[in-house]
């Protein structure tokens, strides 16, 4: 997988407005290409923050919403509507504005629902529902080929919730794993693992703000995603690190 390709902007605002109007370009080259477009959403301020940008973004409605495939990075394993829920964020940021196919949006399970509070559970059955998605036959992949798969990056160098030093970052047989003592609340979640996330065509890792200047110089010079996570969610086709200026900060000078 080729290595991050950087971008800086010079303020949040900026960052989420430009990443939104280049979202809409790789869906629509993706629907122009495949007919359909698969995206992968993630959890947090920037995560969030791109959604509510998308939202007022005027090539909105250049894209045909209704063949847009939506799943998740990672989910907080809390009831269905939850506040705190990747989920209802996504819904209240721009989702329930979108004219999209309930069948092509595919949130992570909700605690209290069929699998209880089993988080464990529930990530099988998510793993189950990519891999149907990905044509489920014996030499089928393991998930879809997502076209951008969304990240925020933690403080830490989290990703998703795949949290340093944490067993989850080494899983290599499964595509979502149930995490039950993440170091950033709420402790119970489930989560896409590297490998999943290893195969989107593109994934997009966004950071802003100086509490993330360590993180992102940190990332992008570590060599083992076990201690930093987010070095190891790189796209087949492209890796792109979209920062502030706050964030690119530390940055070595290239
Ligand atoms: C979550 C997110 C998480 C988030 C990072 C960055 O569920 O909390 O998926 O991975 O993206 O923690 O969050 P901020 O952008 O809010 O710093």
Known sequence: APPPRLT???????????TA???????????????TASLVLTGGRNGIGLLAAL????????VDWSRVDLWWGDERFLPDGDPDRNH??????LLDGLPLDPARVHPMPASGGP???????????????????AGG?????????????????GPDTHVASLFPEHPAVREEGRTVVGVTDSPKPPPVRVSL??????????VWLLAAGEDKAEAAA?????????????????GRERTLWILDEAAASRLPAS
């Open 21 to 35: 109007a280049g979202l809409l370009t790789a869906v629509a080259e993706a629907q122009s290409a495949r007919g």
């Open 8 to 18: 800086v902007h010079p303020d949040p605002e900026t960052l989420l407005r430009a």
């Open 218 to 234: 940190g990332a992008l010079t570590a060599e083992d995603p076990f201690r930093a996570p987010a070095t190891g969610a790189r």
């Open 88 to 93: 209802t964020q996504a819904r209240l940021a």
């Open 55 to 62: 939202a007022q973004a005027p090539g909105r409605s250049a």
């Open 193 to 202: 693992t590297l490998p999943a996330l290893r195969a989107a065509r593109q």
């Open 115 to 133: 699998h209880g509070d089993d988080a464990a559970a529930a990530a099988e059955a998510y793993a189950a529902e990519l891999a149907a998605a």
């Open 137 to 153: 036959g014996r030499d089928a992949p393991a998930v879809p080929s997502f076209d951008v798969l969304l990240l925020g990056l």
